[in-house]
T-cell receptor, first 112, second 112 residues
Framework: KQEVTQIPAALSVPEGENLVLNCSFT??????LQWFRQDPGKGLTSLLL?????REQTSGRLNASLDKSSGRSTLYIAASQPGDSATYLC???????????FGQGTRLTINP | SQTIHQWPATLVQPVGSPLSLECTVE??????LYWYRQAAGRGLQLLFY??????ISSEVPQNLSASRPQDRQFILSSKKLLLSDSGFYLC???????????FGQGTRLTVV
């Protein structure tokens, strides 16, 4: 059974810092991994999708990496801003599986 | 461009009452459709998915059911709500199993 863990559960940093969010998964037989952002009381916004054959994906100030063999992904946020404050979720999809298995998320606070 | 709509945004229902949550997707044809529930402390859990009209698969046995009467419409229902049905319900869609998943804004259901 696939399990996804995100550490830390919460993170608070001053504005302008570069930061890394971590995601680990127990079964390396994944098809893809997706990072989401969730604002309080809102739905999920897709940030980046990494296919299992890829090592990283970039979108603006965000960079996500994937090391499938070690069961790890990181989301790098450059030059953080107060508007980046949200909960960040990673999710993996197993090969041939319909469902995304989610981590519990990292609640990020960027202090002005 | 594609958009996903969910309604209502919030709902307070008494125990034993029926439920109907609706989700529609615009700008795409024959999408894969999903219902997830996000409960406090339990993360996101896939409830149902559908790969076509009238085709419903259940991931978790429970008090809920789903239907897909039209290509881009997905409905989550219950005949009699339980207190344990409270949570944040999210509809999602994807072009196929292996592509990016997009989520709606969610429905906050409180059963009292």
């Amino acid at each position: 059974k696939q399990e996804v863990t995100q550490i830390p559960a919460a993170l608070s940093v001053p504005e302008g810092e570069n930061l890394v969010l971590n995601c680990s998964f127990t079964d390396s037989a994944i098809y893809n991994l997706q990072w989401f952002r969730q604002d309080p009381g809102k739905g999920l916004t897709s940030l980046l999708l990494i296919q299992s054959s890829q090592r990283e994906q970039t979108s603006g100030r965000l960079n996500a990496s994937l090391d499938k063999s070690s069961g790890r992904s990181t989301l790098y946020i450059a030059a953080s801003q107060p508007g980046d404050s949200a909960t960040y979720l990673c999710a993996v999809r197993g090969q041939g599986a319909q469902k995304l298995v989610f981590g519990q998320g990292t609640r990020l606070t960027i202090n002005p | 461009s594609q958009t996903i709509h969910q309604w209502p945004a919030t709902l307070v229902q008494p125990v034993g009452s029926p439920l109907s949550l609706e989700c529609t997707v615009e700008g795409t044809s024959n999408p894969n459709l999903y219902w997830y529930r996000q409960a406090a402390g339990r993360g996101l859990q896939l409830l149902f998915y559908s790969v076509g009209i009238g085709q419903i698969s259940s991931e978790v046995p429970q008090n809920l059911s789903a239907s897909r009467p039209q290509d881009r419409q997905f409905i989550l229902s219950s005949k009699k709500l339980l207190l344990s049905d409270s949570g944040f319900y999210l509809c999602a869609w994807g072009v196929s199993t292996n592509t990016e998943a997009f989520f709606g804004q969610g429905t906050r259901l409180t059963v009292v």
